[in-house]
């Protein structure tokens, strides 16, 4: 093989066709066919052996990273000769594995294991009743358990394979600990008596088994040869410790496709640093100076659980017993904790009670009033394995007919099934906890105290929860029912986490436009957005002040926004543009062209102004041709559509602003009260939040131009003897592009203009009329000192906006 290179199948395929053939036909019979039992030549670097002197080599991987094969043909290589009867290296190997059935299953008569890799003539024997492999040469390999490490005692090994300890967070994982699921492997099967919920106290409980076991010298003692122990747990590898960044995996199943297999998987990656129950509420008693106290009979793993330390022991603990489900009473003047099961530990007769005066039997029992057991209930809680953000959880009775709902929230990290159980199970207890029981029992029953659970002469069973001593003991209980608390059945799912949503600014900008459709709010102004690259989703929040945001509007794509790079000049509305090319550079997006058809019809519809709200003319084109990158020329106009032509600059200089109108640029929620003032709007990357310095912040308040008239049409004088008589014709923003009709239909609710006489500068003379003519009588323009030339301005009003833009004339006197 070329230097440098261990494997040979891979130099091999890396080869042309003509250099195999040669390799192939240049070998006997025999290596033919010893070649596919040639480790060496197949394996992948990771699958070999380290070079030099080692004591221990630890394969790291995962499923299906070839680790059984590995070892299986390190033991092969330990233990066979050149020959099939001649002495290996080593004559005595231990194969150590969790269980026999493990070792066994796998290593030995797995599919990648010592017998399957094998070749016919130095096949080892399997001797079932001694637990062992004998090869043709003499050579053993015993098979071992990890439960029974006193079996390691007596042989002497010159070699071993271990396989690594670790237990799927599965119920009864301990039961088959390597037992896995996996819908793409053969070998997916649930462990014995397994209901398939998946369960990471059992994989904790598994592991802190193990570790305690071997920590005790009595089981794990320390040799006098070496000075160490016969386990070295400083050694021992757990399976699985996973290289993929948690909770990405696995979260990210669109990267892996092993993710869905985490929930019920060996993995500890986000459940490593969990803690037990147990060991929390201890840990609450000793901060809180309690010493006596006993949770050996508490189980339950705790994922992430908010104490702020200021708090009392009582109140740090409530939310736990609260989510948990546990009691904690005094025995002995040791405080106890009980995890509720709900099963009967003591019975009570009726010949047995004791009896009380003033009681009217002997058992008093009560049930709540429907009305006071709620019907529904939603938990709140910080949810894991992904982003741990507030979620909740509801559960409801079926009969459940009413609209009200208890909330409760807890500081605690669960997943959505164990939310989802806790509420179940809350709101079934609650429903059950109706009935009460009130009995006396003798001094010689004082066993029974708070916490247990007794079976009355009804056959129910009632959880204690209140003693009071006189005479005799009198006992208030509530009935509890074992099935309360299985586990939740609920199928998990893997959570998702949040995408990374890069830091990346938009460019806003707001539109204050006329009606364009006609089904727009008339007050609201649009918003329009671009980046390169683009967040994938924008957020615009707003606030009458620069707090207490709310989220306005969302824009899911980017607008066709960019800048002009010529000047482009005013140009009579009504007749197509063919003045020279408009040419603008965009910031990201397209243009295209469209037929002059097309174009009446209202197609290809921008705005173009100053970057301000409310100075924007609209206009469209036919024609648009791609020049440059991200530069295109645009000929063939129609200006000043949609009555902006009242507001036409003489020319829109180069450095103006060009916004395609295509239906991405997206109305605001503005209330009409809100139209004129000032309002706070934060917009930004919507994965972000609004106070992300990616953010841009603006201050702006809008007109409402969609309420604005537009400008009178055809304003002329005709005069009437001495007098000047003015008539126009009226414009309409709404509906006024039907031929049906023999007038446009009036967008105001009055018909009214207002009418202003300019002379020599100035304003002379302001009037209003309700239609479409005014006179301006010789004796007026004598008493307005007009003489000579004059202007008249005519505007449409509007009860909402105001007047609209005016219409010129110039009378020359």
């Not at 390799?23 to 010893?34: N, R, T, V």
């Not at 043709?136 to 007596?154: I, K, T, W, Y």
């Not at 003047?333 to 530990?345: E, I, M, P, Y």
């Not at 030339?789 to 909402?800: I, K, L, N, R, T």
């Amino acid at each position: 093989m070329p230097h440098g290179t261990r494997s040979g199948a891979a130099w091999l395929v890396s080869e042309p066709p003509e250099t195999a053939e040669t390799f192939l036909a240049g070998l006997s019979e025999g290596a033919l066919l010893a070649l596919p039992y040639l480790f060496e030549f197949w394996a992948l670097p990771h699958q070999l052996p380290p070079e030099g002197d080692w004591r221990t080599w630890v394969i790291m991987g995962g499923r299906g990273a070839g680790k059984t094969r590995a070892g299986a043909e390190w033991v092969r290589s330990e233990v066979e000769g050149a020959l099939p009867l001649d002495p290996g290296r080593s004559s005595r190997v231990a194969l150590v594995g969790e269980t026999i059935d493990q070792v066994r299953e796998v290593m030995v008569f797995g599919d990648s294991g010592i017998l399957a890799c094998s070749p016919p003539d130095r096949r080892p024997e399997w001797q079932a009743t001694r637990r062992r492999l004998v090869w043709p040469n003499g050579a053993v390999a015993q098979v071992f358990s990890a439960h029974e490490p006193e079996g390691l005692r007596g042989p002497q090994f010159d070699a071993a394979w271990v396989d690594e300890y670790g237990c799927a967070a599965i119920d009864k994982g301990t039961n088959q600990p390597n037992k896995f699921l996996d819908p793409k492997s053969s070998e997916s099967l649930l462990p014995h008596y397994s209901s398939g919920r998946r369960d990471d106290f059992i994989q904790m409980q598994y592991l802190r088994a193990i570790t305690s076991h071997y920590a005790s010298t009595e089981n794990n003692p320390v040799s006098a040869v070496y000075g160490g122990p016969m386990v070295d747990m400083a050694r021992a590898h757990v399976w699985a410790w996973d290289a993929r960044p948690y909770p990405h995996f696995p979260g990210l199943t669109d990267v892996w496709s092993d993710g869905d297999n985490y929930g019920r998987g060996h993995w500890l990656n986000g459940r490593g640093g969990s803690r037990s129950l147990a060991g929390v509420v201890a840990e609450v008693c000793d901060r809180a100076g309690v010493t006596d106290y006993d949770v050996s009979e508490l189980w339950g793993l705790l994922r992430g659980y908010m104490a702020t330390g200021s708090d009392t022991g009582r109140s740090e603990l409530q939310p736990l017993m609260l989510a948990y489900g546990f009691d904690a009473v005094e025995r002995q003047g040791v405080l106890a904790f009980r995890s509720r099961d709900g099963v009967a530990t003591a019975s009570v007769e009726s010949d047995g009670l004791a009896v009380s005066p003033e009681a009217e039997s002997d058992i008093v029992m009560l049930r709540a009033p429907d009305a006071e057991t709620a019907g529904r209930l939603r938990l709140s809680y910080v949810e894991s394995d992904a982003d741990y953000e507030t979620r909740a959880s509801e559960a409801v009775f079926p009969d459940e007919a009413t609209q009200g709902v208890a909330a409760s929230e807890l500081p605690l990290v669960l997943t959505a099934t164990e939310a989802r159980g806790i509420a179940e199970r809350w709101l079934a207890e609650a429903r059950v906890a109706r009935d009460t029981a009130k009995f006396s029992l003798p001094p010689s029953r004082l066993a029974v105290g708070a916490g247990d659970v007794v079976r009355l002469p009804s056959g129910a069973g009632y959880r204690v929860d209140r003693v009071e001593m006189a005479e005799h003991q009198i006992l208030e209980a509530v009935r509890v029912e074992p099935e309360l608390y299985l586990p939740s059945d609920a199928v998990e799912e893997v959570v998702r986490p949040k995408p990374f949503a890069a830091p990346v600014p938009v460019y806003p900008l707001f539109l204050d436009l006329p009606l364009l459709r006609g089904d727009e709010v008339p007050h609201a102004p649009h918003v329009a957005a671009t980046a390169r690259p683009w967040p994938g989703t924008a957020a615009v929040y707003d606030s009458s002040s620069d707090e207490g945001y709310g989220l306005n509007v969302r824009l899911a794509s980017a607008s066709v926004i960019g800048e002009t790079q010529t000047a482009l000049n005013a140009a009579a509305p009504g007749v197509l543009d063919r003045s020279g090319a408009l040419r603008v550079r965009l910031v990201k997006g397209a243009l295209s062209s469209a037929s002059v058809t097309e174009m009446l019809n209202g197609a290809n519809a921008a705005a173009i102004g100053d970057g301000s709200a409310g100075n924007w003319e609209v206009f469209q084109f036919a024609d648009a041709t791609l020049v440059d990158t991200r530069t295109w020329e645009i000929g063939v106009r129609l200006r000043g559509q949609a009555g902006t032509d009242g507001f036409m600059p003489e020319v829109w200089p180069a450095g103006s602003t060009f916004v395609l109108l295509d239906g991405t640029p997206q109305q605001i929620d503005l209330a009409l009260s809100n139209r004129g003032l000032a309002r706070h709007y934060r917009i930004g990357p919507a994965q972000r939040a609004y106070d992300d310095p990616s953010y841009v912040h603006l201050v702006e308040a809008f007109d409402g131009i969609g309420l604005r008239p537009y400008a009178p049409v055809h304003l002329r004088r005709v005069q009437d003897g001495g007098d000047d008589v003015f008539a126009w014709v009226r414009r309409t923003r709404i509906d006024g592009d039907s031929w049906q009709s023999a007038d446009v239909p009036l967008a105001e609710e009055t018909e009214a203009y207002a009418v202003r006489v300019r002379h020599g500068g100035g304003i002379v003379r302001e009037a209003t009329t309700a239609g479409t003519s005014w006179t301006y009588s010789a004796a007026a323009r004598a008493g307005d000192g007009v003489g000579g030339s004059y202007d008249v301005e005519v505007a449409q009003v509007s009860a909402q906006f105001g007047p609209g833009p005016y219409r010129r004339i110039v009378i020359d006197g």
